[in-house]
């Protein structure tokens, strides 16, 4: 068990009406240990969550010191120059055990295909050849410095630097640039182009370089954050992305799929993602009207506009309370949630009785769409919350005698709520797409307690702060942070876990 697990447990112990939660959290992860001796303590700790990957975060710097040791790994193996290396390496998409392979087989060919002459005797460097006339500018001058790759095909140095600015700046060429002799496919090697161009150039060469290394790497992908200039390095194959959903993080703090680059998704595998959003963009005329930011009140019918991510709305006018979601009254809340987040099989019945079988479709569509929107929308509004909640934190130490280190559990708390907002988002499109067998109770069961639990939390966050009652306000915003996360973990672990086991059955081609 983690920390984590042992305050959850501590701060509702005492608690009644939370037992049966406990009771549950214990069905999903903590099945067979429950002794709590130290060792299985840190067991707990060390093991692998299912719905977590390895990974390795890297700067340009390592970037490119890992490139410098591939090639001159494979230099030394094959007993060629370094340039040479670099260039078979980036023919082979930087996988070096094909390469080595290859070469063993057959050299020569491979040589060739990557458009390599090696000749180790050779350094490319600017000579001056009396009598030379270059074949491209037709200069004659006899101060002409002229180069030759190891095809032997000449040049003066003019017509180099010309044409691999014009290859690098304009085209954004680096690492297949062609002898200049029409025919020839020998590569210009780094050692060459370092020659040949100023600096600036150069430097662009590099990044280019650099740039490549990380795209044709299978397992390398730049995080895709704004500006962000940090690589994450995972093995998990484009081919097992039908059975894990590979989250990473960057030091920059942007978590996204290693997978496909999209944003954190899970639990929704990569095909999913792609097929929901593109179905959403098809569905965009009917999704826009979906989304529409205002709601008649049910009872005054008087406009409301949600104002934050909260999902207990009080109509200003006549203060009748109501869900946003199910437009329900808020009363019947308390007990019945499932109304809210599980589609209602028999009403889908009633409803293609009634009518023809696009529209049911089109309903249910709406259904799991409408919740999609709703986590996202309120997602952005819980985020427009870090500014109320740093002057809440302001006034907490005002009004209080709360440090600021204190007062940190509410911005964790709206951290912990955003990430589970997004991940309540894609259980939608997990839902949408997910065949309905003996496993999708549970999967439902799991999301509900996520969400019931994320809008208690959220409802806490916006609450108003009254001096007298900032201790009992701190301890509920903990024990619920604390479930919250909680809830996402065993969400997470579970669909995990059943992508793994080929548990969840799926209304559409996973393969494809
Ligand atoms: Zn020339
Ligand atoms: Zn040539
Ligand atoms: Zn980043
Ligand atoms: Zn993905
Ligand atoms: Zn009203
Ligand atoms: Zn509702």
């Known amino acids: 068990m983690s920390d984590e697990d042992l305050t959850f447990e501590d701060s509702y112990r005492d ?186 150039i150069h430097e662009r ?54 997978g496909c680059g999209f944003p954190d998704h899970q639990p929704s595998i990569c095909v999913l993602v792609k097929k929901w959003i593109k179905k959403c963009e098809d569905d965009s005329e009917t999704a826009n009207w979906i989304s529409a930011h205002t709601k008649e009140c049910g009872k005054c019918h008087s406009t409301i506009e949600k104002n934050g991510g909260c999902n207990h709305m009080t109509c200003r006018k006549c203060k009748y309370e109501f869900c946003w979601v199910c437009m329900g009254p808020w009363s019947e809340h308390g007990t019945s949630w499932y109304n809210c ?49 740093e002057k809440k934190m302001e006034e907490m130490q005002q009004t209080s005698d709360l440090s600021w280190i204190e007062v940190q559990f509410l911005k964790k708390a709206v951290d912990i709520l955003v990430q589970c907002r997004m991940t309540l988002k894609w259980t939608y499109a997990f839902a949408f797409y997910l065949a309905r067998n003996n496993q999708t109770d549970i999967f439902e069961d799991n999301q509900r307690d996520l969400e019931m639990a994320v809008e208690q939390l959220s409802e806490l966050l916006e609450k108003p702060i009254e001096a007298e009652k900032i201790a009992e306000l701190k301890q509920q915003v903990l024990d619920k942070t604390v479930y919250v996360g909680s809830r996402r973990e065993v969400l997470l672990e579970d669909t995990a876990k059943g992508l793994l086991e080929s548990r969840w059955e799926f209304q559409v081609d996973i393969k494809s």
């Open 341 to 389: 987040n599980r589609y209602d099989e028999k009403t889908s019945i009633d409803a293609r009785d009634q009518q023809a079988k696009s529209r049911a479709s089109l309903e249910r569509y709406l259904h799991y769409y409408n919740r999609f929107a709703n986590h996202e929308q309120s997602a952005k509004l819980d985020r427009e919350l870090y500014n109320k909640t």
């Open 205 to 258: 060469y590099r990044t280019l370089l650099n740039r490549t290394y990380v795209d044709d790497n299978e397992y390398l992908r730049w995080c895709p954050a704004p500006s962000c200039e940090y690589a994450i390095e995972c093995h998990v194959p484009q081919t097992s992305l039908t059975s894990i959903v590979p989250t990473v993080e960057c030091v920059c703090t942007h978590r996204f799929c290693f």
């Open 15 to 200: 608690s009644d009406e939370d037992v049966e939660d406990v009771e549950d959290e214990d069905d999903y992860v903590d099945d067979d240990d429950t002794d709590l001796n130290f060792t299985d303590v840190v067991a707990e700790k060390d093991r692998k969550k299912n719905y977590e990957v390895d990974f390795i975060v890297h700067s340009i710097e390592g970037i490119v010191k890992n490139q410098d040791d591939e090639v001159t790994h494979v230099s030394n193996i094959l007993g060629i120059q370094k340039q040479h290396a670099a260039t078979l390496l980036r023919h082979f998409r930087w996988n070096k055990e094909r390469l080595i392979e290859r070469y063993m087989e057959d050299s020569t060919e491979v040589l060739n295909k990557a458009g390599v002459i090696t000749d180790n005797a050779r350094t490319p460097k600017f000579i001056k050849i009396p009598g030379f006339i270059c074949d491209i500018c037709c200069d004659d001058d006899k101060d002409l410095d002229t180069l030759a790759l190891s095809c032997g095909h000449r040049f003066c140095k003019n017509c180099y630097e010309h044409y691999l600015t014009q290859k690098i700046k304009e085209e954004g060429e680096s690492r297949r640039i062609l002898c200049m002799a029409s025919k020839c496919n020998v590569i210009v090697d780094e050692k060459t182009v370092e020659l040949a161009v100023n600096k600036d």
